[in-house]
C-alpha cells in the first residue's frame, strides 16, 4: 500500500512539473496606440496581448525576464526598454505599460491617434456585435425552416397515408417474374 501511494506521489510530481504554463503579458501605452516592437518586427499596436511559454525553471524562480521591447507613437515618440522583469506570483496574466515621454513633441498628433483607435475599436465591436445577431437570426430563421418542413411532411403522411405505399405481388413463370401493383 505504502509504495502505490509513493507511486502516485512521484507521477503527480512529474506530472504537474512538466506542465508548461504560458504567461499573457498586455502591453499598452499611454496614450494608447504606439507600435510595439522586439527588435525591428513590428508586433501591432497596443493595447497587444503577447503569450510566453514558461519552463519549468521559470516558474521555480518566480519571474520571468522579457528582452527588448520598444514603441514609436505616431508622432515619433518613442520608448525602450532592455529588460522587462515579471514577478510569476503575481499571476500569469499581467500588463505592462509605456509612457511616453513628457518632453518629446507631438503629444497632440498622439492623443488625437489614440482617441481615433479608441474609436475604431468601439465601431468594430459594433460590426461585431451586429455579425452575431445576425448570424442569430439566421440560425433561427433556419431552424424554423426545418421545424415547417417537418411539419409540412408530417400532415402530407397523415392526409395521404398510402400515397406513397404500393402493394405489389410479384409471380415466377419460368424464367420470368411478373409483378402486379395495387
Known amino acids: 500500500m505504502r ?14 512539473g512538466c506542465a508548461q504554463k504560458n504567461l499573457k503579458l498586455i502591453y499598452n501605452s499611454d496614450p494608447y496606440g504606439a507600435m510595439l516592437y522586439e527588435g525591428k518586427k513590428s508586433i501591432g499596436y497596443t493595447p497587444v496581448q503577447v503569450a510566453y511559454s514558461l519552463n519549468e525553471e521559470d516558474v521555480n524562480r518566480g519571474y520571468f525576464i522579457i528582452k527588448g521591447k520598444n514603441v514609436r507613437w505616431v ?31 507631438g503629444q497632440n498628433l498622439d492623443t488625437k491617434f489614440a482617441a481615433e483607435l479608441i474609436k475604431a475599436n468601439i465601431m468594430q465591436q459594433q460590426v ?4 452575431r ?23 402530407q403522411i397523415q392526409q395521404f ?3 406513397n405505399r404500393q402493394h405489389c405481388r410479384s409471380r415466377v413463370f419460368g424464367n420470368h417474374i411478373y409483378t402486379d401493383c395495387d
Open 3 to 16: 509504495l502505490v501511494k509513493s507511486f502516485f506521489l512521484v507521477l503527480i510530481t512529474l506530472l504537474t
Open 75 to 105: 508622432s515619433g515618440a518613442t520608448k525602450a526598454v532592455e529588460n522587462i522583469k515579471i514577478n510569476l506570483s503575481n499571476g500569469f496574466n499581467q500588463e505592462y505599460t509605456f509612457v511616453r515621454p513628457k518632453n518629446a513633441p
Open 133 to 155: 445577431a445576425y448570424e442569430d437570426q439566421y440560425r433561427l430563421q433556419s431552424e424554423q425552416l426545418q421545424l415547417l418542413k417537418r411539419q409540412q411532411a408530417d400532415q
Open 128 to 131: 461585431n456585435a451586429q455579425i
Open 161 to 163: 397515408p398510402y400515397k
